[in-house]
């Protein structure tokens, strides 16, 4: 069983930073990829960054980015979510994922990911 566990949110005011962690436990696996989605009250999940884990290359959504960097640490198994620059409308439930499945390109959509964490609330006040 792999487990995705996110730490980090909280709540910021606007110009503020965050950094969110995803820790991954459990048995080994190999991932192809991680990242982040978010979800706010009664809208869909959307993407907000992936990063490959070998290699390290890294994919934006165009709302975040500038303002937010993904990175991994292979030895602690661990993704971050650096935020800067908060705006209340980065306000949602903020998801960690992991694909295993190699797939050519970095995969954007949740389908395409097959573990989840828990989700942490980022609040962001104006």
């Known amino acids: 069983q792999v487990q995705l566990v996110e730490s980090g949110g909280g709540l910021v005011q606007a110009g503020g930073s965050l950094r969110l962690s995803c820790a991954a436990s459990g048995r080994t696996f190999s991932r192809y990829a991680m990242g982040w989605f978010r979800q706010a009250p009664g809208k869909e999940r959307y993407f907000v960054a992936a990063i490959r884990w070998s290699g390290g290359s890294t994919y934006y959504a165009g709302s975040v980015k500038g303002r937010f960097t993904i990175s991994r640490d292979n030895a602690k198994n661990t993704v971050y979510l650096q935020m800067n620059s908060l705006k209340p409308e980065d306000t949602a439930v903020y998801y960690c994922?992991?694909?295993?499945?190699?797939?050519?390109?970095?995969?954007?959509?949740?389908?395409?990911?097959?573990?989840w964490g828990q989700g942490t609330q980022v609040t962001v006040s104006s």
């Open positions: 994922v992991a694909r295993s499945a190699w797939s050519g390109t970095l995969p954007l959509s949740p389908g395409e990911y097959n573990y």
